[in-house]
């Protein structure tokens, strides 16, 4: 048996019978006489040999104690020193899990990105030229791949890639005089086409000419704005929008960049 065990190992079947016998010898004291000692005047209990009996366990008791005390005692530097080591190792493999970690994501967040990257190519419509015009019309404060994301975005709102050139410019103009990202000015351009005004005179938008545009639009379409699908009506109302804010293809790819874009 080891340090640790003998100090958790304590013998309750011991500690009880001790016990028993104590209460056992408290009832024997009670009957017995006390004896008076002639010389010098004190009251003794007989001492039965049950008393001693009781007497010599407890001090056998008292001796095992003192040894697992001093047993404790012994150990507990041990002890100490066994779960300082322990935890000592623990940190330092903690912190070489950190490490590993840092360093895992320092090397894959670039091959993730490259891979989202590919992805995105292939499902892009446009061409190398296209992403070239995008990045020249925000400024080239987008990222190739958000570029694609927003030029699919508006792909799928029927816009063309010249449109789409006018569209991101026109988002740039805004993430520009509001704060926030060219994503962002996508959102509140795409927002606008609503038709609400305060929406159309954020993006600086006559609420109607934009009207007019959307009438005419329309009826190159075949019929009134309501008439046709949602898609037609959306599709409609943006480019209702990229004509009234007047800008064209080549102002965009020849946008000069503001102070804040060359920060």
């Known amino acids: 048996m080891n340090d640790i065990s003998l100090i958790l190992n304590l013998d309750t079947t011991q500690a009880q019978k001790i016990l028993s016998n104590f209460f056992s010898f408290a009832k024997g004291v009670t009957a017995q ?11 003794l209990y007989a001492a039965t040999g049950e008393f001693k009996n009781f007497g010599d366990q407890i001090k056998i008791t008292g001796d095992n104690t003192q040894k697992i005390g001093e047993k404790a005692a012994e150990s507990a530097p041990i002890v100490t020193s066994m779960f300082g080591n322990v935890a000592t ?14 360093f895992f994501e320092m090397f894959s967040g670039p091959v993730k990105a490259a891979a989202e ?14 992403i070239e015009n ?21 792909t799928d709102l029927g816009l063309n890639m010249k449109q789409q050139v006018i569209l991101f410019g026109l988002a740039e103009d805004a993430a520009d005089k509001y ?85």
């Open 33 to 43: 006489p006390i004896v008076a000692d002639v010389k010098t005047g004190q009251g």
């Open 89 to 102: 190792r623990l940190i330092a493999v903690n912190q070489g899990l950190q490490l590993f970690r840092e």
């Open 117 to 130: 990257l590919d992805t995105l190519r292939e499902s892009f419509r446009g061409t190398a030229e296209d």
């Open 134 to 154: 995008f990045r020249k019309a925000t400024a080239g404060t987008v990222t190739e791949a958000n570029l694609i994301k927003l030029s699919n975005q508006a």
């Open 179 to 263: 704060g926030g990202s060219v994503e962002e000015g996508f959102q509140r351009i795409v927002a606008a086409s609503e038709g609400m005004s305060r929406g159309l005179k954020t993006i600086g938008v006559q609420r109607a000419v934009f009207d007019d545009l959307v009438k005419k639009l329309a009826a190159d379409e075949g019929g009134t704005l309501m008439s046709l699908d949602a898609e037609t009506q959306k599709r409609i109302r943006l480019q209702a929008i990229i004509q009234a804010s007047g800008k064209t293809w080549e102002d965009e790819i020849n946008k000069t960049a503001s102070s804040k874009d060359q920060l």
